[in-house]
């Protein structure tokens, strides 16, 4: 779609600016729960002379878009992290991409707010434009697409109807969270239709729909009224090369929706957690909202945080950093809304400071005054390193007691074999924890490969003349012939390796797709047009989700006859791959982010006869602009 063409192509940016903010509020104990304050600045209305030539609309932007003039910390950086936090996904880079949500826990709460994007396993995707509900918390949600579609999304299983009035299914495959939908921005008259060919837009008397409704979360559905006084207002400017550039945002007296005034939110009850209760979702600093939270928690769309240091008069800021969703700041139905700073690229603490001392916490939600917290942080409500912390290893001992009753003998050699690896590494944790983070990698990486163990495949006689008959048969072929092989077939799901590859069978008794690399330094792969095991062929078809991921020292790749899919983030954050050549012509599927993080002077070569083809098929599958695609 164009939207997502829009969405994918403002992630390019990268800068790094600072700006001085300046604000009086009350200091608070670091450990109390207390009523936060609401702060509203009269602001002049900017240009009231030539109200006339300007449009004031809601207009989607990338987070990177938003933060830009607001004077946070990297605020232009997209770059991507090969990193992953303790949730085992790519958080700690720049305004990339969020993908919280999963197939396991559904779409996140704090992405109901946001320009987002489903993939399917099938290559399809899915622009959302707003949720219409949540099924009571049973994990449904109806959502309206941009095109006018509705779905349903149940963990990973979307339903729809295609254009012949069939009901179909698929299951998800990535989710992305890119930037805040409803931002209330004025662009000049002259300048708006180019600026809708570029952004989503809900123009005044048109639908604001959103939020989340469960427990005290609610769904809103509103009418646009954006004016010149609207809170949070961006003035958009068009540039010469026909891209825009956005404001500081304004501080107004408009709530933005019809007929309302803005909200001013009380009841509100705020927590500045400390060490023991941070780190669950890998941010170094929390505080959380609860009480009267459910109408800012469902309009939240950003959150700002600015450190002074020791200055408790909040006169001169050392830093200022500005979140997204799903990575930094999280919603749920009991425990309220946790606002977090996530250790990555745009979220760090300057040299000579520890992160203690004074900080304001800025919430900007559609519709709301902004909602301002300000404490004094001890060494307790930081968490920038785990080294000397407490290590619980509870989950951990009991994980590798429930593994070590396994039985080798039970299990194909090739899957026990990587459980074995990973045991080994779990053991090895267990005996000499260095931290949280690495003790709960440990167990996520054994309960995989526990989970990844394939039980051997025995026949019994009992019920199968057939196999009696080709085991006879089998038995008088090989008389007296030590040197006839028997072919030995396996069943779907079936992992074995061959080389440095680890397969899966996808099709009994002739296909297979690539699972994983089991040499993390390999330099040069190659995908085989064929692989044999046992005796038996199998064609190789496809290439698994991250199954050629992080190598980091992979230069080159190449990809055999019978490739028909391509998984997503197959190759990403292989950050020296240059040259990938393509033989196959049956290519039918990249999965999203597949080439993300490989190095930008890549050339993707491929047959002549699919140029054409391929090069909008592996269009913006999280490569640099500057990877070609050619013959």
């Not at 705020?270 to 109408?295: P, T």
């Not at 600015?306 to 200022?320: E, H, M, Q």
């Amino acid at each position: 779609m164009e939207v997502r063409k829009v969405r994918k192509e403002l992630f390019l940016k990268k800068t790094m600016s600072l700006a001085l903010v300046a604000a009086m509020a009350l200091t608070v104990s670091p450990t109390t729960t207390f009523a936060a304050t609401n702060v509203v600045t009269e602001v002049s209305t900017y240009a009231a002379e030539n109200n006339e030539t300007y449009k004031y609309v809601y207009a989607g932007l990338t987070w990177s878009e938003y933060w830009k003039s607001e004077g946070v910390y990297e605020a232009e950086n997209v770059q991507s992290s090969d990193k992953l936090d303790s949730r085992k996904e790519f958080d700690k880079g720049g305004f990339d991409a969020v993908t919280r949500a999963t197939t396991n826990h559904g779409i996140h709460r704090g992405s109901f707010q946001c320009n987002t994007t489903i993939y399917d396993k099938d290559g399809n995707t899915y622009d959302v434009l707003y949720w219409k509900n949540d099924d009571k918390g049973k994990g449904t949600s109806e959502c309206v697409l941009t095109d006018g579609r509705v779905i349903n999304f149940v963990k990973g299983t979307i339903t729809y109807t295609d254009k012949d009035g069939n009901e179909k299914t698929a299951t998800m495959d990535d989710y992305v969270v890119t930037g805040i939908k409803y931002v209330p921005v004025a662009v000049k008259t002259d300048d708006y239709e180019a600026f809708k060919e570029k952004y989503i837009t809900v123009e005044n008397g048109e639908k604001l729909a959103g939020g989340y409704s469960e427990n005290k979360l609610k769904s809103y559905d509103e009418t646009a009224n954006v004016t010149e006084n609207t809170n949070g207002l961006k003035v958009a400017t068009k540039n010469e090369d026909g891209s825009f550039t956005f404001g500081e945002r304004k501080t107004g007296t408009d709530s933005g929706v019809l007929d309302t005034a803005l909200v001013k939110d009380e009841g509100v009850t705020v927590n500045v957690l400390e060490s023991d209760d941070i780190g669950a979702y890998g941010e170094f600093m929390r505080v959380d909202l609860k009480g009267n939270y459910g109408d800012l928690g469902s309009r939240m769309q950003a959150v700002r945080w600015t450190y002074y240091g020791n200055d408790a008069l909040y006169k001169t800021p050392v830093i200022s950093y500005g979140t997204k969703f799903a990575a930094d700041n999280w919603m749920h139905k009991v425990n309220g809304i946790q606002l977090g700073l996530t250790d990555s690229i745009r979220c760090q603490i300057p040299k000579g400071y520890d992160g203690t001392g004074y900080w304001k916490v800025t919430v900007y939600a559609l519709g709301h005054e902004d909602f301002e917290i300000t404490f004094n942080a001890t060494a307790a409500n930081v968490k920038l390193s785990e080294d000397d912390a407490t290590v619980d290893t509870t989950e951990l001992s009991k994980l590798v007691a429930e593994a070590s009753k396994l039985n080798e003998k039970d299990y194909t050699a090739a899957s026990w074999k990587v459980f074995k690896e990973e045991f080994n590494e779990a053991k090895e944790e267990l005996a000499n924890p260095k931290s949280q983070a690495n003790v709960n990698e440990a167990i996520a990486h054994l309960t995989a490969a526990m989970n990844s163990l394939e039980k051997v495949k025995t026949n019994t006689n009992t019920n199968n003349t057939t196999n009696n008959n080709n085991k006879n048969n089998n038995a008088n072929n090989n008389k007296g012939n030590s040197n006839t092989s028997t072919t030995v077939t396996l069943d779907k799901g079936t992992v074995f390796e061959s080389g440095s590859i680890a397969y899966v069978i996808t099709k009994f008794d002739s296909e297979v797709e690539v699972k994983a690399i089991k040499n993390k330094n390999v330099k040069t792969v190659n995908i085989p047009d064929i692989v044999t095991k046992n005796g038996k062929k199998y064609k190789v078809t496809s290439i698994g989700k991250n199954a050629i991921k992080n190598c980091k020292k992979l230069k080159k790749v190449t990809i055999g006859k019978n490739i028909a899919k391509i998984g997503a983030n197959a190759f990403s954050g292989n950050k020296n791959l240059k040259t990938i050549t393509v033989k196959s012509v049956n290519i039918k599927s990249v999965g999203a982010k597949a080439f993300k993080g490989i190095s930008k002077k890549a050339k993707i070569k491929v047959p002549k006869s699919k140029l054409k083809a391929y090069k909008k098929l592996f269009n913006k599958k999280g490569q640099s602009k500057s990877v070609k695609i050619s013959k």
